[in-house]
């Protein structure tokens, strides 16, 4: 049986388990981010000056990668662009639609979720060869931990 993790009320999960919003933090720590920002007419993201305060982003790349650090969609396409379509593990330029976003180290090993750095943009057979290998070395631990046991 796979466990899912606690849900939060401020947390949208999937059905999968994965975690789509981080919406409590988006409403709270996002709010202050941003209002803070206007104030000092400084970008959210970059800090860089802005000629008004009437938006607390400077560019749209700034707006998705402030909303990436919240929302799944946003920090996805944010990685995809970042690593321009390719595929970080077989190095192939593919389309959008046929790359997926993947935890470099998994969320179930400790990893972040949506962390910049801990996601990588692979291509759907690279992903699943991954998932695989992640999966046998899951089954091979919970096997030596039964064995082990009296």
């Known amino acids: 049986m796979r466990r899912r993790p606690p849900t939060v009320p401020s947390v949208t999960v999937a059905p999968g388990g994965r975690i789509l919003a981080l919406s409590a933090a988006w409403y709270s720590d996002g709010a202050l981010r941003r209002r803070e920002a206007r104030r000092d007419r400084h970008c959210v993201e970059c800090h860089s000056a802005l000629p008004t305060s ?3 982003y400077c560019s749209r790349i700034c707006r998705w990668k402030f909303h990436g650090h919240y929302f799944w969609d946003a920090a996805r396409i944010y990685v995809m662009r ?6 970080a593990m077989c190095r192939s330029r593919r389309r959008a639609r046929e790359l997926e976003v993947d935890h470099i180290v998994e969320i179930a090993r400790g990893g972040a979720a949506l962390e910049y750095s801990n996601l990588q943009t692979v291509c759907r057979s690279c992903h699943r060869s991954k998932t695989r290998a992640f999966l046998a070395s899951v089954d091979r631990r919970a096997g030596r931990a039964q064995a082990e046991s009296p």
């Open 54 to 56: 009437r938006t607390p």
């Open 82 to 87: 970042r690593d321009r379509y390719t595929c």
